[in-house]
């Protein structure tokens, strides 16, 4: 008889470098492009877990994640969307440029706060560094779609350029690093 071991090690996601370099931001991809689910990581578990449905025919159109090492108003990791051609799938990091960020209140139970969508190209997709109006409008529609069945409310505060949503990703950074200190 042949007994066989196995130990599996999950990367811990919450604790990678936020920033990789002074050139790229590490965002850790949730929900795949093309996903009608949202999934969502669990540091508790340190897995991948199922979250919701997204509402009928609304997929994600870019991979949907979040920024490691960093906290948000939430008490979430910020989030991010990068944009690129191609799904990829829970758990893989992808080394990023800062297009933007949609600056976001949200309102749940009762409560406003926010919770801005940081917006990513790919360290090596091309030289497309731009956030175009077609490309704002239509990931507004998607960010609006993505909260029907839930009692989250957006109001969109506005489109901030890169040099912003560094200074949210380093304030963000610093939370988190803050965060870490009291527990």
């Not at 609304?58 to 994640?65: A, F, I, M, V």
């Not at 989030?79 to 191609?86: A, K, S």
């Not at 239509?138 to 506005?158: D, M, N, P, Q």
């Amino acid at each position: 008889m042949i007994s066989f071991s196995m130990i599996t090690i999950m990367t811990d996601f919450m604790n990678i470098p936020a920033f990789g370099d002074s050139m790229h931001v590490n965002v850790i991809v949730e929900s795949p492009r093309g996903s009608a689910t949202k999934f969502k990581y669990d540091p508790k578990h340190n897995a991948f877990t199922y979250g919701r449905p997204l509402a009928d025919s609304l997929t994600y159109p870019h991979d949907w994640g979040f920024v490691p090492s960093t906290l948000g108003e939430d008490g979430d990791p910020l989030d991010g969307m990068v944009l690129h051609n191609r799904p990829t799938f829970p758990g893989t990091i992808i080394a990023c440029k800062i297009l933007g960020v949609l600056q976001v209140e949200q309102k749940e139970g009762g409560s406003t706060l926010r919770n801005d969508r940081y917006v990513f190209r790919p360290v090596n997709d091309g030289d497309n560094n731009t956030l175009n109006a077609t490309a704002r409008l239509a990931l507004e529609h998607f960010f609006e779609g993505a909260i029907i069945g839930t009692s989250k409310k957006l109001r969109f505060i506005g489109w901030r350029n890169a040099r912003v949503a560094l200074a949210g990703l380093r304030r963000g950074a610093v939370g988190f690093q803050n965060n870490k200190r009291k527990s």
